[in-house]
């Protein structure tokens, strides 16, 4: 790859590798604060990388796509990369936001409200 | 597909909030006052030039493929998540606000009094977008306070949307604008409904 002849790759650069290079989420597009929930482990975890991995333990408790990456410390983009893999894999399922969802009806509303007031 | 699902399998929900405004208005400065996390700044990279590995070899002097992102979080309680986004203040970065701006609940408009015509774009976009938004006008030390209703006219903000100052520094000053936004969010989706 490109970026192993480097021999100090910038970060980007770096962050590419873990992607194979890929800049686009293969799949339907999902939002940086969609909900993430592993649902499932890989039979041979040796065809995913350590990021994947590493994504697949974050997200056994359901996690939004920017904490993942925040975890991960990895950028958005290349978090969902390696999400849509996983998705692809039927590893994980990805929920869209609530505005999304459609379900920002009154009772989110005021539960927003009073979590507010209260915090 | 799980994207066209109208309740998440996981039954947790995020809620994502934007906060516009010019560059150096104190957005990230609005987002620290009440996320639990510190704002996160990563290096975005621009998903729709389609960058490859091969074309990233002068990454460190091509400073138009990457853009920071703020953002910020409020757990509200298990399972229900508060996100806030400051968005990229640059004029180059609009794409990046449109993909932001798909499922947000609504988005605070930051304005300083001493460059009001920073606030214009924002205001506009969210117009355009039928998106619903206030403005929230940091008032810094030594800002000169102005009359909200030349504000109001200046930046030729409807009278139904919320404009109120703020001091972006302030935990209960901010926590202040977001309950005035939900609240006008969810007026919104009443009217509109």
């Known amino acids: 790859m490109a970026a192993d002849e480097d021999p100090e790759p910038g970060p980007l650069v770096r962050m590419f590798a873990v992607t194979g290079g890929r800049a686009r989420p293969v799949g339907e597009a999902f939002d940086v604060i969609a909900v993430v929930t592993t ?8 065809g995913l990388s350590p990021e994947h991995l590493a994504a697949l333990r974050v997200a056994t408790r359901p996690t939004t796509v920017a904490d993942i990456g925040t975890r991960l410390r990895l950028p958005l983009n290349i978090t969902r990369v390696l999400l849509s893999d996983l998705r692809r894999e039927g590893l994980v399922s990805i929920d869209p936001p609530a505005a999304t969802a459609g379900v920002l009806n009154e009772r989110i509303y005021q539960e927003v409200l009073n979590g507010l007031r209260a915090l | 597909m799980d994207y066209a699902r109208s309740d998440g ?75 806030l986004f400051g968005t990229p203040g640059q004029d180059r970065f609009w794409f990046m606000w449109d993909e932001l701006a798909i499922g947000a609940l609504g988005a605070v408009v930051l304005a300083d009094t001493r460059r009001l015509g920073d606030a214009f774009p924002a205001v506009d976009f969210f117009e355009q977008r039928r998106i619903p938004y206030m403005v929230a006008v940091n008032l810094f030390d030594g800002a000169r306070r102005h009359d909200p209703v030349v504000i109001r006219r200046a930046l030729a903000v409807p009278e139904h949307v919320p404009l109120v100052p703020c001091d972006a520094r302030e ?23």
């Not at chain 2, 935990?171 to 409904?193: F, I, P, Q, Y």
């Open chain 2, 171 to 193: 935990r209960e000053s901010v926590k202040e604008v977001l309950l005035t936004l939900v609240r006008h969010a969810r007026e919104m989706s009443r009217v509109g409904a």
């Open chain 1, 39 to 46: 649902i499932g482990m890989p039979y041979d975890p040796a």
């Open chain 2, 9 to 83: 399998r996981s039954g947790a929900l995020a809620i994502k909030i934007l906060i516009a405004g010019g560059f150096g208005v104190g957005k990230t400065t609005m987002v620290s006052a009440v996320s639990e996390i510190q704002p996160l700044s990563t290096e975005e990279l621009l998903s729709d030039r389609g960058v490859r590995v091969d074309d990233t070899s002068g990454v460190e002097t091509k400073t138009t493929t990457t853009v920071a992102l703020d953002f910020g979080r409020i757990t509200l309680r298990e399972g229900l998540w508060i996100y």
